[in-house]
């Protein structure tokens, strides 16, 4: 048996041992797991250890059974959550909360969305239902100012989240202490730390969505590109990474070699051969220095951390790496040679018809790639270092397009919410983080074992969530796509131009949060 077929075997073990380990009398010829439980996974949450005994079961499932949660004494039996559809994004929609919405999602998920479901059913009572709508914070804020409630619960984009915990229309999660266990494994711990204001934490995520976890970015390349022309200079990419030498010079260098024109047009243009090929996204290699744009202070207040020289110089150094075209393909200034209808499509296929070493990007883009002739052949690794001399590896969260789920303060029920989002949460953990990360990405999406190994430990294990990606504060977020649409490395220039509205905005964000009471 290749390593291959036995890391796939393993991935669909974990997704169906927790289906075989709670098989009943019933007259369903499937069987289904515990929906309190949740299996192990790698890359999932932080700050797992063995200490965790209290949240599984004997046979090593999650469980909510032993946090003391009262027993469930709701009179409703539907439970309806707000999302995204694929009508108002293409990309980006809900696949987490019900099973069977589209075709374009993988099979093993679907059902791993069942089995958490089914077994929720079989326990609770309670059918989960999916309300798919274009733009779920219209949705609401428009329920909230007619005095409806169409759902349950909601899960925008965390972006859609923040204005409306502002506009005081989400409860506060840390409100639900005996049905919300915040601290449980099931939810994402890096995320409530960084995603709460003053002491509130509104929105969250964990093994309720996989969102957070195809928003994270990651430097897809070439395997047989680079074993034509960097190889024998630099060894083995994956070696080159778990010895810390993975830089933003190292990936410049080896860049340029695959850098040149191949047809009779004079410049470079779409059709030629680029190291790096991409749209915007430049931020996430200043993340990936391990920089923030927002930290916050010991009150849990904002504030912004970018401004020390030693983070201005990188993000000029950033800036002027990305408007070199010696080596990366800039799509805001080849747009006029794009044959497809848009630079996304555009960017994806000179790396997916193999015209591209490298490709900076979201995992969203790897479903998407699939189908074009680099497929075989795509390595995954993290973003790189600023220098050898940095310690870790860091994975910039594009939290803005993550999902947040909420409870909007015009639900029926807030309480069932709480609890219900707990079931979902911890089922999750058991079914649908395996099916999307062990099964989906890892088992069919990474090409090679190393792949899996920077997965679990190089991208996944440091994701950063920075509230300037997520709140844009003043602008603070645009400024690496402003300056590079400006071909502009003057950071100190612009960052004073938009000082005052950076602390304008965090402060109106305070102020707002701190009387949602």
């Known amino acids: ?16 041992c927790p289906l075989m380990a709670a098989c009943n009398n019933t007259t ?37 059974e032993n946090l003391g949660m009262p027993a469930f004494n709701f009179s409703k039996d539907t439970f309806v959550v707000c999302v995204t559809s694929n009508v108002g ?28 479901n089914d077994l929720i059913f079989e326990q609770y009572g309670v059918t989960i239902e999916a309300y798919a709508v274009n733009n779920v914070a219209n949705t609401v804020s428009q329920d909230s100012t007619a005095g409806t409630a169409t759902y349950d619960a909601a899960l925008p984009f965390m972006g859609q989240a923040a204005p409306l915990a502002q506009q005081n229309m989400l409860y506060d999660l840390k409100e639900f202490t ?9 939810w994402d711990q890096t995320a409530n730390e960084n995603l709460s204001i003053a002491g509130r934490l509104y929105f969250t995520t964990g093994d309720i969505s996989i969102m957070q976890k195809i928003v994270s970015s990651a430097i897809l390349f070439n395997k047989d590109i680079y074993n034509e022309l960097c190889a024998e200079t630099y060894g083995s990419m994956y070696d080159l990474v778990r010895d810390g030498k993975w830089t933003l010079d190292t990936m410049v260098e080896m860049g340029r070699l695959n850098t040149y024109e191949i047809d009779e047009k004079p410049g470079m243009n779409f059709e030629d051969y680029w190291g790096m090929i991409g749209t915007n996204g430049i931020a996430s290699f200043f993340i990936g220095s391990g920089n923030k744009l927002i930290a916050k202070d010991q009150n849990d207040i904002p504030y912004l951390q970018f401004g ?96 947040g789920i909420c409870i909007p303060t015009n639900v029926e029920d807030p309480e069932f919410s709480a609890y219900m989002i707990e079931l979902m ?50 602008g603070i977020n645009s400024m690496f796509a402003n300056l590079m649409g400006q071909n502009s490395t003057n950071v100190t220039s612009h960052l004073q131009s938009i000082e005052g509205a950076i602390q304008d905005k965090i402060d109106e964000y305070v102020e707002a949060y701190q009387l949602n009471d």
């Not at 010696?326 to 996304?344: I, M, R």
């Open 89 to 116: 994004d293409t990309t980006y929609f809900s696949e987490e909360i019900a099973p069977d919405l589209y075709d374009t999602t993988d099979s093993v998920l679907n059902e791993a969305v069942r089995a958490r």
């Open 308 to 403: 020390s020289e030693a983070s201005v110089l990188y993000a000029e150094k950033v800036l002027s790496t990305f408007q070199d075209d010696s080596w990366f393909a800039n799509t805001q200034k080849l747009e006029a040679t794009w044959p497809e209808k848009n630079v996304w499509e555009g960017a994806m296929g000179a790396f997916g018809n193999e015209r591209t070493l490298f490709y900076p990007s979201a995992f969203s883009a790897i479903k998407k790639l699939r189908n074009y002739d680099v497929a075989s052949s795509i390595g995954i690794i993290p973003n790189p270092k600023a220098s050898v001399e940095q310690d870790t590896y860091y994975t910039s969260a594009n939290i803005f397009y993550a999902y």
């Open 28 to 64: 369903s010829t499937e069987s289904t797991p515990d929906a309190s439980q949740g299996g192990t996974t790698s890359g999932t949450t932080s700050g797992e250890t063995s200490e965790d005994s209290i949240y599984l079961d004997d046979k090593g499932m999650y469980t909510v």
């Open 1 to 16: 048996m290749t390593k291959r077929m036995f890391a796939l075997l393993l991935g669909m073990l974990l997704l169906v």
């Open 425 to 474: 949460a911890a089922g999750g953990k058991n079914h649908i983080t395996p099916a999307y990360y062990e099964v989906t990405l890892k088992g069919r999406d990474a090409k090679d074992f190393d792949s899996e190994d920077m997965l679990d430990n190089y991208i996944f294990n440091n994701v950063v969530y920075d509230l300037g990606i997520l709140y844009d504060f003043g």
């Open 178 to 186: 005996d049905y919300i266990h915040l601290d449980a494994p099931w």
